[in-house]
């Protein structure tokens, strides 16, 4: 490929190439191929970093805000409760430590996967300065941990402690929230705040209970096996033959570091990564000290614009996610008409693409292999990665890529993994299969909750999901969801959408607590808010449907119920003036909510 416009020919022949690795991995059960990891045959579930248990006296008490979930999400929402005057709050936790998802994945390489200015939240705030552009899991969730204790949240957080259930109850107005450790506390609203990344899944692989050695689920690292840390050291594995099954975010950062410290390393791959360089750097305490203040929002609003195709006049962030977007949003707009922009964004996606595989082959030095590890997508079909060595591992003597070209594994057996009837015996499997990022939030968060009447919200939402802003639901009393995917703007990086509905919800809060109001949200504004997001959807799910499957298009099944095609398609700053706009006006709120007081 070069500068120049890309034949019409290759254009076609790549298009079909892309359709053809699609076809190859769509499967008729979807999300179904995935079983949840509640019924263990697997190593450890819980909480493998959790040290001794907390003993405490149950909390029998009354507040006026449950938070659940202690990860950036909480926090952002305890942060803004405090902010509006709101600090009579609960906390409740089920690990042993604030930080959700940088609490419990600590696997070897894990970090930050957007540039680190932008996404730790409240660093401004703190004068917490990141050691380089993107911030190892360690540091991480030092910031969350620094969080809560300048804001005083450790005190009101109950740390290894899973909510059982929230049953509204309408004589007291008031959620009656009960957990496993015996406590019962009654509060006047709830924040379900346990994020996206916190129900790991697995892959349902035919077998996997017979499996006789070892195993583990990346975000549940087991170290006392491996040895070593999140900075590699993994002496345990050096006599050690080890799949790792998948290749998605958490698996390419990890690789590297098994490849360096197993003996034999399989790589199980069902679709290849896209993964550029990460092009990091250490932080210049100058330029971060010279930043004038509200820089953060800035910088975060420059990086969404990128990600948005918003042309910016300023490039922030400077790094593969901005550059990447740029050119295809200039090559968008020299067109003048959307179907002649699409077409050129197209082609520019193409390049991209085009690039990635040249350097895969450039890299890998067996020519299958390299050709295994192209991946023929275009580049938004994934989450893009920037990882470093991850091509240069499947250099090393002792790595062998297993390329399913998108079936998977037969089965597991007693001994090791079976692909095409080749049995490969292993002493240890790491699954790297991801989390259930689209769940309702009362799934990822372990429990039912209760509204109105005793409806639980998985029965509410049985024929489809219905909200306010993807926030409010009906039957649901003062109950507010932070930071769900569907029905609601999305940005790249979810913090920055995480604090913006976090301060919404706030000052939805602090507003109910001075005028003693409880709200639950009309049925009619659910309706209204199901034919705005109806009006903003794509129009045209060609770009989805033709993706190869994951995540982002639900699996490649029900398209509608894809990610992209459920959110709020006007964008996030359009999202986040609808909410702006909402909670400064009277007239909307009584017009889309219930208003009552509790005798």
């Known amino acids: ?131 380089e552009n993107f911030a190892r899991a360690p540091e991480i969730l030092d910031h969350a941990r620094r969080i809560a204790e300048r804001t005083g949240l450790y005190d009101k957080t109950l740390l290894q402690t899973g909510v059982c259930g929230a049953d509204w109850d309408a004589a007291t107005g008031r959620w009656i929230v009960t957990t496993d450790r015996g406590d019962t506390i009654r509060a006047r609203f709830v924040c379900m705040a346990s994020g996206i990344l916190s129900r790991p899944k697995l892959p349902g692989i035919p077998g996997a209970r017979d499996f006789k050695g070892h195993s583990f689920h990346t975000s549940r690292w087991d170290y006392d096996y491996t040895k070593g840390d999140s900075t590699g050291g993994l002496t345990g594995l050096k006599d050690k033959r080890v799949v790792i099954i998948g290749t998605g975010a958490s698996a390419v950062q990890a690789i590297p570091y098994l490849g360096e410290w197993c003996q034999n390393l399989l790589v199980v791959q069902r679709t290849p990564a896209a993964v550029d360089d990460r092009e990091n750097a250490p932080t210049n305490p100058d330029w971060y000290n010279s930043q004038e203040p509200g820089w953060w929002e800035r910088r975060a609003l420059n990086f969404e614009g990128f990600v948005n195709s918003i042309p910016q006049e300023q490039d922030l962030i400077q790094n593969g996610w901005t550059r990447n977007w740029s050119k295809m949003t200039e090559a968008m707009y020299k067109g003048r008409t959307p179907e002649e922009m699409a077409q050129l964004r197209q082609e520019a996606d193409f390049e991209k693409m085009e690039a990635m595989r040249a350097r895969i082959a450039n890299i890998v030095k067996d020519p299958a292999t390299a050709e295994a590890l192209k991946p023929y997508f275009n580049w938004m079909c994934k989450r893009p990665l920037f990882v470093d060595n991850y091509f240069e591992t499947f250099n090393r003597p002792n790595v062998t890529l297993i390329d399913t070209k998108g079936r ?86 979810i913090t920055f959408m995480n604090r913006r509905q976090a301060e919404h919800f706030a ?91 509790t005798q």
Not at 5 to 17: F, G, I, N, S
Not at 19 to 42: C, H, W
Request: aromatic share 10%.
């Open 507 to 597: 000052a939805l809060v602090r507003r109910c607590l001075e005028t003693g109001n409880n709200f639950d949200v009309k049925p009619e504004a659910e309706e209204a808010w199901l034919e705005v997001l109806a009006d903003k959807a794509m129009k045209d799910d060609t770009f989805l449907r033709e993706c190869t499957p994951g995540y982002y298009n639900n699996e490649g099944k029900d398209q509608r119920d894809s990610i992209w095609l459920s959110n709020y398609g006007g964008g996030p700053f359009e999202y986040m003036d609808v909410l702006r706009d909402w909670i400064g006006s009277n007239e909307a709120i009584e017009r889309d909510l219930a208003l009552t007081t």
């Open 408 to 493: 998977g594994l037969d089965r597991i057996t007693e001994k090791g993994i079976v692909f095409e009837g080749v049995e490969y015996e292993v002493d240890c499997i790491i699954y790297a299969s991801g989390f259930e990022v689209a769940s309702p939030p009362d799934r990822t968060a372990g429990f039912d909750m209760r509204g109105v009447g005793g409806t639980s919200l998985s029965e509410y939402w049985a024929n489809g999901r219905k909200s306010l802003h993807g926030m409010l639901v009906h039957t649901f009393p003062n109950m507010g969801i932070i930071s769900g995917l569907k029905q609601a703007g999305i940005t790249w990086s």
């Open 1 to 131: 490929m070069t500068d120049t416009q890309t034949p019409a020919l290759k254009l076609e022949a790549l298009h079909d190439k892309y359709l053809a690795e699609r076809d190859k991995r769509l499967r008729s059960d979807g999300t179904a191929q995935y079983v949840a990891m509640d019924n263990p045959f697997i190593g450890v579930i819980d909480d493998p970093y959790a040290g001794a248990r907390i003993e405490r006296a149950p909390v029998n008490e009354d507040v006026d805000v449950v938070v659940v979930g202690g990860g950036f999400s909480g926090l952002l929402s305890a942060a803004s409760l405090a902010k509006e005057g709101v600090t009579d709050i609960r906390m409740i936790e089920k690990g042993s430590d604030v930080g959700g998802t940088w609490y419990w994945n600590r696997y070897p390489g894990c970090r930050c996967d957007v540039d680190s200015y932008t996404y730790l939240p409240l660093i401004e705030d703190h004068g917490a300065m990141p050691t």
